[in-house]
């Protein structure tokens, strides 16, 4: 086996234990909510402090990933989302009222500021280790583990709620990322070059693109970044694509609770299944997003992707919202969540292949812009579920769905930053 494929095994066990532990406390809710008098508004401005900490911090943690390295950087946050992810159900054993309710809220902040360089440094991982004609495939195979970890999120923490109580569930989720972090700083390295192990054959095998040397990311080099067209297609494609996901990902359990009238553990079982549709939708679309991008070149490769796929979501969410009953629901939600995954091979490859060695900074910025649309969504769609307009939360996917794929016309993957500097530093001269 390459060295590069133990190093993408660590990468994506980090991915999915993030997701692991981000979504417990949209699953624990209908536990915590009524013991601790929470109301669906307070709910929601829980999950919006994770997703404001994970996304405000998203360019300076590919601008630390860049400066200090994958390896430095992958340890000490798996360390700090242990500790951050012990608090919430330590915290009831000497707070209450008020005071509880803050000290969750800045735990999940401090959680999302754990979370955040995973998915910047992660693809600047990828873009060293593995030759860019596998970039879609590393991508889209990665983008499986969150979305596994999602599926396995409501049954283990039904059954382990059942078994031990919700406290003792939501501990024994906050060991695994702190003891994955020792192993990582045990085994991996920044590049292939640095590794023992990697061999002269795998070194070689990394494609005919010469690699750019890791150099800090420097002010000019970040406001070209900030100005470049395709940087910002892009991520405000992505925002549209990730008020879905983070639609999906943040109250499926509580739909199918308060909507579906089902019971917990019915629902732990049936809202395990969007998320593995999703994590064959990433894989899948992963492998189209090569084999397009090999036969079409990037600039239409990557784009015929989410013309299709992202629509197809659109429509889907409507269609679960008329379903005649949960299980037909279940089904359109799973192959939307699928539909949405197919996405993540060409959106993130799109982007290695236009910043190269700073895609760890160009990754921060597509993340940052399009978990936006988890920040600016989880309040409306609070809002708006607290008051039972669900079909509305949904319409509003469908809305943004629309926009995001019309602007893949206008995205061109083949221009690279470089190309792109000039221009981008004139402009910036003229403000």
Same mark, same amino acid.
């Given at each position: 086996?390459?060295?590069? #494929?133990? %190093?993408?095994?660590?990468?994506?066990?980090?991915?999915?234990?993030?997701?692991?532990?981000?979504?417990?406390?949209?699953?624990?809710?209908?536990? %915590?909510?009524? +013991?601790?008098?929470?109301?669906?508004?307070?709910?929601?401005?829980?999950? #919006?402090?994770?997703?404001?900490?994970?996304?405000?911090?998203? %360019?300076?943690?590919?601008?630390?990933?860049?400066?200090?390295?994958?390896?430095?950087?992958?340890?000490?946050?798996?360390?700090?989302?242990?500790?951050?992810?012990?608090?919430?159900?330590?915290?009831?054993?000497?707070?209450?009222?008020?005071?509880?309710?803050?000290?969750?809220?800045?735990?999940?902040?401090l959680l999302g500021a754990a979370h955040a360089p995973h998915t910047p440094v992660g693809m600047g991982v990828f873009e060293a280790w593995f030759p860019v004609q596998r970039w879609g495939f590393v991508v889209g195979l990665s983008s499986s583990g969150p979305n596994l970890g999602i599926a396995l999120t409501p049954p283990l923490i039904v059954v382990l709620s059942a078994l031990l109580g919700w406290q003792r569930a939501l501990l024994w989720v906050a060991v695994p990322s702190a003891v994955l972090a020792l192993l990582w700083l045990w085994y991996a390295r920044d590049t292939p070059s640095e590794h023992p192990a990697v061999t002269?054959?795998?070194?070689?095998?990394?494609?005919?693109?010469?690699?750019?040397?890791?150099?800090?990311?420097? +002010?000019?080099?970040?406001?070209?970044?900030?100005?470049?067209?395709?940087?910002?297609?892009?991520?405000?494609?992505?925002?549209?694509?990730?008020?879905?996901?983070?639609?999906?990902?943040?109250?499926?359990?509580?739909?199918l609770f308060q909507v579906r009238h089902l019971s917990a553990l019915k629902i732990g079982a049936l809202a395990a299944i969007p998320p593995i549709g999703a994590a064959l939708g990433a894989w899948l679309g992963g492998i189209c997003a090569d084999r397009l991008a090999a036969?079409?070149?990037?600039? #239409?490769?990557?784009?015929?992707?989410? +013309?299709?796929?992202?629509?197809?979501?659109? %429509?889907?969410?409507?269609?679960?919202?008329?379903?005649s009953n949960a299980y037909l629901a279940v089904a359109a939600l799973t192959v939307a969540s699928a539909s949405i995954e197919f996405n993540e091979g060409s959106f993130w490859a799109a982007t290695m292949l236009i910043a190269r060695a700073d895609t760890m900074a160009a990754s921060g910025v597509l993340n940052m812009v399009g978990n936006l649309g988890g920040v600016v969504g989880i309040p409306i769609v609070a809002w708006l579920t607290g008051r039972g307009q669900w079909t509305g939360a949904f319409a509003l996917g469908t809305a943004l769905i629309f926009i995001g794929a019309a602007l893949w016309l206008l995205i061109n993957a083949e221009r690279n930053l470089a190309e792109s500097a000039a221009p981008a530093t004139e402009a910036l001269s003229a403000l």
């Open positions: 086996m390459r060295i590069r #494929w133990r %190093i993408f095994a660590f990468v994506f066990l980090f991915s999915s234990l993030v997701y692991v532990q981000r979504t417990t406390l949209s699953v624990a809710a209908a536990r %915590i909510m009524p +013991l601790f008098h929470l109301s669906q508004m307070q709910l929601g401005w829980m999950l #919006w402090a994770y997703s404001a900490a994970y996304t405000g911090l998203q %360019i300076p943690a590919g601008a630390l990933g860049e400066r200090i390295g994958a390896r430095a950087t992958f340890t000490a946050v798996g360390i700090l989302g242990a500790i951050a992810m012990a608090a919430t159900p330590l915290a009831p054993m000497f707070l209450s009222g008020s005071a509880l309710f803050v000290v969750w809220m800045l735990a999940q902040g002269p054959i795998e070194l070689a095998e990394l494609g005919s693109i010469p690699r750019e040397p890791r150099r800090p990311l420097t +002010l000019r080099r970040f406001l070209n970044m900030l100005v470049d067209r395709n940087v910002l297609l892009l991520s405000a494609s992505y925002f549209c694509l990730n008020y879905a996901f983070w639609l999906l990902t943040d109250w499926l359990f509580l739909y036969r079409y070149g990037p600039r #239409w490769g990557y784009r015929i992707v989410p +013309l299709v796929a992202m629509p197809s979501v659109g %429509i889907l969410l409507l269609l679960a919202m008329q379903a």
